[in-house]
């Protein structure tokens, strides 16, 4: 077999062997020679260096020049080049990749335990020359090992695991799979892919394609038939009862069975005591509704849960929520034109659940300072701005993030806004029949994004009679819709901390026919919801969900984009330090104040050092993971094996690289270990040399 190195630019050191072969050989008498008077009578007698030109000790010298010479080619790492046999270890070894599904539908039944089964008996199968590395993958992916032939290693990977409360989501295994065998250097690569192989977690693959020559091994755990009730979601309703707040909770429950099933007892639990127990039937692939009787709502977050007796998938028998008071905005309507002005107003307010709107009715000309503390937004209907105190406060109000709504109608003057809307307010206009129509409506404002969807309202099927026009605005000042003769009908302005929202027209049926509009009624709730700066605080949240949990309570991003609930973008500003409990009792730092949700149940958020729990967040599984319909595990074999797969299959079962094959031929030990072994001979040779010329001389 011909001999390669690795290294081939070490055997270049082999030239230093001949330095002391040179310096032996070209030793001559100085030619220069120094004069001293003494020995001027003394004849000079020529001496040659005969022992110089020649080496002494033959054998001693090859014995050295042997053993530098061997350290040399050890580090040149030579290998014997040579065809291999295709049955041989070293050509059959095999980088393995052994990826296990640990999304919450593999906890139904004992398709777990068949899933460790199966890894292990994978683990069998990596022989002395394989390594395999264990990925367990849900909604992301993560190596729990490096690659590695220790049988014990791999299985202490295993030890304890259990199925997590995340979705199925093959891309991020077969991806991380992927580029663990892109770096292989064996002959040979395969992936053991153990899943229930979820028809809901299958996208196509994500464009993986594994190297050429890998062989994909589906295990499927599977089972012919499945059961499964799973609470869905939960519906609130909330009203006022006797100045307490009464919330009544409504149900949802599926049945995925090809059976009915009767008697499913339905439970509902509020700070771990069970307020009332109900049941019913649900048909074979059917949901059903269970209402529960309203309850009273103490002071302060509560716990809750409904949930339906244990089967064979737990981890969606149970829905978590948590149960605040105080979720309603408060709302001052100062009235300048009398009943029938306010009344399309108070019955749209009146409607609201979403929250729910509090509002308390006064004439503008009897509001004083007092009458803003506790209020949320502020609207000034058709009435003259105040002065004085009361102008001073609402001033306040808004600059500490209060919302004011000015609708300006034919009574009183604004002139006395100040900041607030610093413009100047014309006559009233008047438009012939058939009046005008909103011409301009900014849809990507948050006050009317939720009209941009189709069929969610047509803001431009209302008719105006007459506005007022509005000139000398400030650059503080947008425009949020105009009129289809470009005059300007709702606008906004931030003061302070507040927002003040100004209306040209008048909410009543004297100016417009807004109000017998299908979308006054939304119109207004977004319109106040906006002004009070409301965001709803979400009772629950799903397994995926980035939370920003230092101010309020909402969706920053989310890693299941198919989940039922979506996300935006909301970070809070300065954020406090946080230490969030997890369900599982790990200790989660959140300096940035946004917390990842990795497990169903409630998380407690604290400050460091405290033990007062400051907020409650309660985490529900993605739904769609508990479809338990499988796929054909071989159409995801087919989406990532490599195109020309046969061929490339074929060549690299013969092929192995030089690395490796020098690996684990390990040559450069075998002439490290001779060099040392001519050194040590050497160094005692050389001594008993030097002792026999010491003894003689």
């Given at each position: 077999m011909p001999l390669a190195f690795l290294a081939p630019l070490f055997l270049g050191a082999l030239a230093a062997l001949a330095v002391p072969i040179i310096v032996h050989l070209i030793q001559r008498e100085r030619k220069e020679a120094q004069a001293f008077p003494s020995l001027m009578f003394l004849s000079q007698v020529p001496y040659k260096s005969t022992r110089r030109r020649n080496i002494r000790n033959v054998a001693l010298f090859l014995l050295r020049s042997a053993a530098l010479a061997l350290i040399v080619l050890a580090f040149a790492r030579p290998w014997f080049e040579g065809e291999l046999d295709a049955s041989s270890p070293l050509a059959t070894a095999t980088e393995k990749v052994i990826l296990v599904d640990r999304s919450y539908s593999m906890g139904y039944s004992d398709r777990w335990d068949r899933a460790l089964a199966a890894a292990n008996g994978a683990i069998d199968g990596v022989g002395p020359e394989d390594v395999?590395?264990?990925?367990?993958?849900?909604?992301?992916?993560?190596?729990?090992?490096?690659a590695t032939s220790d049988h014990a290693r791999l299985r202490a990977t295993l030890a304890g695991a259990q199925p997590g409360s995340g979705v199925t989501r093959y891309g991020p295994g077969l991806k991380l799979a992927q580029s663990i065998l892109d770096t292989s250097d064996k002959p040979r690569r395969q992936v053991i892919v153990i899943s229930d192989f979820q028809r809901a977690g299958w996208d196509g693959g994500d464009g993986v394609r594994m190297p050429a020559g890998t062989e994909v091994t589906p295990v499927a755990i599977t089972d012919e038939q499945t059961a499964n009730i799973a609470v869905a979601g939960v519906t609130l309703r909330r009203e006022d009862v006797a100045g307490r707040e009464r919330v009544t909770a409504i149900a949802r429950l599926i049945n995925t069975a090809v059976e009915p099933v009767a008697g499913v007892r339905v439970t509902l639990e509020l700070n771990g005591r069970d307020l009332e127990t109900m049941t019913t039937d649900i048909g074979a692939g059917d949901a059903a509704t269970v209402t529960f009787a309203p309850f009273t709502l103490a002071d302060g977050s509560q716990r809750g849960s409904i949930r339906v007796d244990t089967d064979a998938l737990p981890a969606d028998d149970a829905f978590r929520l948590v149960l605040s008071p105080g979720q309603a905005v408060d709302v001052l309507l100062a009235d300048g034109g009398g009943q029938r002005s306010t009344l399309y107003l108070e019955r749209a307010l009146g409607i609201g659940d979403q929250p729910r709107y509090r509002t308390t009715t006064k004439p503008a000309n009897n509001v004083r300072a007092a009458d803003f503390e506790g209020q949320d937004v502020v609207i000034w209907n058709d009435a003259a701005f105040p002065g004085g105190a009361t102008g001073a406060?609402?001033?306040?109000?808004?600059?500490?993030?209060g919302g004011l709504i000015l609708v300006l109608g034919p009574r009183g003057s604004w002139e006395s806004a100040g900041e607030l809307f610093p413009a100047t307010v014309g006559r009233v206009v008047d438009r012939d029949d058939p009046g005008g129509a909103f011409g301009f409506i900014d849809y990507g404002h948050a006050m009317f994004e939720v009209f941009r969807a189709p069929r969610?309202?047509?803001l431009s099927a209302a008719r105006f009679f007459r506005y007022r026009p509005v000139a000398g605005t400030d650059a503080a000042t947008a425009v949020l819709a105009r009129f289809d003769d470009g005059a300007p009908a709702i606008l906004e302005r931030r003061v302070g901390a507040g927002r003040v929202v100004v209306v040209t027209s008048t909410l009543d049926n004297y100016w417009s026919d807004l109000p017998v509009q299908p979308v006054f009624l939304p119109m207004v709730h977004q319109m106040t919801r906006y002004s009070a700066g409301w965001i709803e605080p979400s009772p629950w949240f799903t397994v995926g969900q980035v939370v920003n949990v230092a101010g309020p309570a909402a969706i920053v991003t989310t890693t299941a984009p198919d989940s039922a609930e979506g996300g935006a973008a909301v970070i809070a500003a300065p954020v406090p330090d946080l230490v969030a409990i997890a369900p599982g009792g790990d200790r989660i730092e959140v300096p940035t104040g946004l917390l990842s949700l990795e497990e169903r149940g409630f998380y407690e958020l604290r400050t460091p050092g405290s033990s007062v729990i400051g907020r409650i967040v309660a985490v529900n599984v993605d739904l769609n993971e508990s479809d338990l319909v499988s796929m054909d595990a071989q159409e995801l074999v087919a989406a990532v094996r490599p195109r020309g797969d046969a061929?490339?299959?074929?060549?690299?079962?013969?092929?192995?690289?030089p690395v490796d094959r020098e690996r684990r031929q390990a040559v450069w030990w075998y002439l490290?270990?001779?060099?040392?072994?001519?050194?040590?001979?050497?160094?005692?040779?050389?001594?008993r040399i030097s002792r026999r010329r010491t003894a003689a001389g």
């Open positions: 395999a590395t264990i990925v367990f993958f849900d909604g992301g992916a993560m190596a729990l090992n490096q406060a609402l001033g306040e109000f808004v600059r500490a993030g969610s309202g047509d061929a490339g299959r074929a060549a690299d079962a013969s092929r192995v690289s490290l270990i001779v060099a040392f072994v001519f050194l040590a001979v050497e160094t005692v040779w050389a001594n």
